[in-house]
């Protein structure tokens, strides 16, 4: 079993749907969570960063965390043809000098 | 403020040449990472340094080797190309107090082994 599991996709939705994303991991050490989007021939940016259980909320975006069930999601609200990317959750222990480990990510493309 | 810069941007190597990959970063971060981004397999971890004149293996080691002479650069070697490291590598780089958990990525180079 992977330390990460995140579905792969193709999503694809209508404009202005909701969109949620999903990832569960194996490992109860990771501690700091985080959800990066990819546009195509780029490299990944961080758009959501939490530490503990529960939502986070920026904008359009939700981060939610449930360390009981090791499982993260990514909520879209009012999805935009811009928000057409590949999002990639990533997850990394307490313990310094560890690495981030990524999910294989989501392809998510929004119809206008 | 450039963040991570990569070189070069594309590269096509016949299989057994050599090249060498440079990531260099401006924030004054501790931690370096080299990743390879394949179709269906997500971003794998290939080295890391944690400071300057460390390296650390990552997930997929085989085949690559990396030097971190200085604080702001980290070296990503391939001394035998192989078809197999045809791929998309990232660089990133992170600072190491608490908070600093967040990668910042460079743009990439698409490496094609023939």
């Known amino acids: 079993q992977k330390e990460v599991e995140q579905d792969p996709g193709p999503l694809s939705v209508p404009e202005g749907a909701i969109v949620s994303l999903n990832c569960t991991y194996s490992?109860?050490?990771?501690?700091?969570f985080m959800w990066y989007r990819q546009y195509s021939r780029k490299g990944p940016e961080l758009l959501m960063y939490?530490?503990?259980?529960g939502n986070k909320e920026d904008g359009r975006f939700t981060a939610q965390v449930d360390k009981s069930s090791k499982y993260i999601s990514l909520f879209i609200r009012d999805s935009q043809p811009s928000d057409s990317a590949t999002y990639l959750c990533?997850?990394?222990?307490?313990?310094?000098?560890?690495?981030?480990?990524f999910g294989k990510g989501t392809t998510l493309s929004v119809s206008s | 403020n450039a963040g991570v810069t990569q070189t070069p941007k594309f590269r096509v190597l016949k299989t057994g040449q050599s090249m060498t990959l440079l990531c260099a970063q401006d924030?004054?971060?501790?931690?370096m990472y080299w990743y390879r981004q394949d179709p269906g397999m997500g971003l794998r971890l290939i080295h890391y340094?944690?400071?300057?004149?460390?390296?650390a293996k990552g997930e997929v080691p085989d085949g690559y080797n990396v030097s971190r002479l200085k604080k702001q650069n980290f070296l990503l070697g391939l001394e035998s190309a192989a078809p197999s490291q045809t791929s998309v590598y990232f660089c990133?780089?992170?600072?190491?107090?608490?908070?600093?958990?967040?990668?910042?990525f460079g743009s990439g180079t698409q490496l094609s082994v023939l």
């Open positions: 939490t530490y503990s259980s």
């Open positions: 924030m004054n971060h501790e931690y």
């Open positions: 340094s944690v400071g300057e004149g460390t390296t």
């Open positions: 990133a780089s992170t600072g190491a107090g608490a908070g600093d958990e967040k990668l910042f």
């Open positions: 990533a997850m990394i222990p307490l313990q310094a000098g560890t690495a981030l480990i």
């Open positions: 490992n109860s050490a990771f501690q700091y």
